[in-house]
């Protein structure tokens, strides 16, 4: 592929706008692309485009527009059945037009893992109405939990003690559903030890690239606070690995897979997967000599990857908002970044609203519970100050 390539993204959240800084580095030309104004990615892209990407036509006129070499989903709301006529004419898309038609929606993933591959998950089964979902519930067991199909960072997904909880949760998940389609999936609640992210590099040239795992603490869904590395057994480690390796082998393409398990006492049982740079992987912004985004690139545009190169114990913390607003401030920052070893990223989101992840606290120190400390406290530090 000829250098520098021209780059579609799709997606310009916080996660879109670090892999722009890594394309920028490297010379290329991206243009972002979201369905609002002011995106993260807009501030530092070459270019960008304002639709909704659920549009096909929509998301055809702005790839015939600017004829990317490339295309690179960063979210999960796009009509990703129209990537597949781009592909067969001759874009990239990353990591596949199949991939990412597969993993932008739960029911796909979940199938092709337990169905097709037969690799242990929780037990599940979807449901598109609330009779549905009292159904399914009851025929699981209780706890169980309910997630829409297609959403983002944790919207829509609850844990639900018993039948009184199946009409609340329905319309939560309804509300926080991306797409048209009216469907959750609903699954056992696992007794886990611990959750880890394990960022699984597919490359073009070169073998299957595992980063050190990173533990993750989430609330509703949404993840508060990440580590790396994660301690474990080996021998779980290594079924980590198998497994990771099997599933995006099986989707094919090149790039970055967030791969998320459950870990119990002896067993490893897979949760979701994204084909894109994971949230929880921010921490690597500070943990590694490369970056869950420069991986991303490399592997997309074929270059080497010797190793990810993980610095020593590090960790992340969410700065969160906690009401809905157009005109705020930040306070804090620099009693934060008083604090040894730590980074803070402002994401420069245009607004607000209840938990939206505006920033991201960094640390890296000589333990985990030291680093993990640090970037809670800084996290505390940073307050959004709201002027409306």
């Not at 004829?67 to 001759?90: H, K």
């Not at 609903?186 to 299957?208: S, W």
């Not at 401030?329 to 008083?338: H, K, M, P, R, T």
Request: aromatic fraction near 8%.
């Amino acid at each position: 592929m000829r250098h520098p390539a021209k780059l579609l993204l799709l997606g310009s959240g916080e996660l879109g706008k670090e892999l722009t800084i890594s394309v920028q580095r490297l010379g290329c030309h991206i243009v972002a692309c979201d369905n609002y104004p002011g995106a993260p990615a807009h501030q530092v892209a070459d270019a960008y485009e304002i639709f909704d990407m659920l549009d096909p036509q929509a998301l055809k006129n702005a790839i015939l527009k600017h004829s990317p070499d490339i295309i690179i989903p960063e979210i999960e709301a796009i009509r990703t059945e129209a990537l597949f006529e781009f592909e067969r004419m001759g874009i990239q898309i990353v990591p596949s037009a199949s991939a990412v038609n597969y993993t932008m929606n739960r029911d796909r993933i979940r199938d092709l893992v337990s169905k097709e591959l037969g690799i242990r998950t929780a037990k599940f089964s979807y449901a598109e109405s609330l009779p549905d979902c009292r159904e399914e519930a009851e025929r699981i067991g209780y706890p169980v939990v309910m997630k829409p199909v297609m959403s983002s960072s944790g919207k829509g997904q609850a844990v639900i003690e018993s039948s009184e909880g199946i009409e609340q949760a329905w319309l939560y998940a309804c509300s926080g559903m991306r797409g048209d389609r009216e469907r959750v999936i609903l699954e056992e609640f696992i007794n886990f030890d611990y959750e880890i992210t394990l960022l699984t590099v597919q490359q073009k040239l070169g073998p299957t690239i595992f980063c050190e795992p990173i533990g993750h603490r989430q609330e509703f869904g949404d993840y508060r606070e990440s580590w790396q590395p994660c301690l474990m057994k080996d021998n779980l480690l290594k079924d980590a690995q198998d497994i990771a390796q099997k599933v995006t082998s099986n989707l094919g393409g090149y790039g970055i897979f967030g791969v998320e398990f459950f870990i119990t006492e002896r067993e490893v049982i897979f949760s979701e997967l994204s084909p894109r740079p994971h949230d929880t992987g921010m921490v690597t912004l500070i943990s590694q000599q490369l970056n869950e985004f420069d991986l991303h690139l490399r592997a997309i545009l074929g270059f080497p990857i010797p190793n990810a190169g993980i610095y020593g114990p590090s960790a992340s913390a969410v700065v969160l908002a906690d009401r809905v607003s157009q005109s705020f401030s930040y306070e804090g920052i620099d009693v934060a970044l008083e604090i040894p070893g730590v980074d803070v990223r402002i994401f420069g989101k245009p607004s607000t609203r209840i938990n939206r992840r505006m920033a991201v606290c960094l640390a890296r120190a000589s333990t985990l519970d030291l680093a993990r400390q640090n970037a809670a406290k800084a996290s505390r530090l940073i307050q959004i100050k709201y002027h409306d």
